[in-house]
């Protein structure tokens, strides 16, 4: 069974500052994505950034990155230069695909929250 | 290009009710998903269809869930008898292939059970 863990229920920071989110998964499979969604108030699911398992570069989209460590099984948010938008929970997603499925399992999230 | 949709957005059932979620995937995709979140957790998968057919329903519990994705229209994930413990948020996601690399979310209906 996969699973995904992230060890931080809540954190929070300074508006402009930079923030880590971390995950840790458990797979036996080599070429997979991994997934960050936000979810902000309006609880709706947003796709933040994704990363193939066979790319080694971290994958970027724009103030969002990611450390994707594959030996470690870690797969890191990093939000630089944190605006008030970006207060909201945020989920770390692994994908299972076995038996012709193909499903999401998330973690239980980190709820950031932005200061000004 | 519209995206996932869900409808309704809300929906107060009693208990005992039945609860009907309706969910058009993207334009050009035939895989649908349907998750349920419940409060301060992450999303748990439920079940997976493509057209006229469930895939994996794995994650749906035995009794009272069903889902179908008919050849014409939108997937319906049907609840009957309600129950409090099912007050939660129901997501549906949509992508045109099983590869994972293009899965959206619609914006999710919550169901209330009163």
């Known amino acids: 069974a996969q699973t995904v863990t992230q060890s931080q229920p809540e954190m929070s920071v300074q508006e402009a500052e930079t923030v880590t989110l971390s995950c840790t998964y458990d797979t036996s499979e080599n070429n997979y994505y991994l997934f960050w969604y936000k979810q902000p108030p309006s609880r709706q699911m947003i796709l933040v950034i994704r990363?193939?398992?066979?790319?080694?570069q971290n994958a970027t989209e724009n103030r969002f990155s990611v450390n994707f460590q594959k030996a470690a099984k870690s797969f890191s948010l990093k939000i630089s230069d944190s605006q008030l938008g970006d207060t909201a929970m945020y989920f770390c997603a692994f994908p299972y695909s076995g038996a012709g499925s193909y499903q999401l399992t998330f973690g239980k999230g980190t709820k950031l929250s932005v200061i000004p | 290009n519209a995206g996932v949709m869900q409808n309704p957005r809300h929906l107060v059932r009693r208990r005992g009710q039945e609860a009907r979620l309706r969910c058009s995937p993207m334009k050009g995709h035939s895989h649908v998903y349907w998750y349920r979140q419940l409060p301060e957790e992450g999303l748990k998968f439920m079940v997976y269809l493509q057209k006229e057919n469930i895939i994996d329903e794995s994650g749906m519990p035995k009794e009272r869930f069903s889902a179908e994705f008919p050849k014409e229209g939108p997937s319906i994930l049907r609840i009957q008898q309600v129950v409090r413990g099912d007050s939660a948020a129901y997501f549906c996601?949509?992508?045109?292939?099983?590869?994972?690399?293009?899965?959206?979310f619609g914006e999710g209906s919550w169901l209330t059970v009163v």
């Open positions: 996601a949509s992508s045109p292939r099983t590869d994972g690399n293009t899965i959206y």
């Open positions: 990363q193939e398992a066979y790319k080694q």
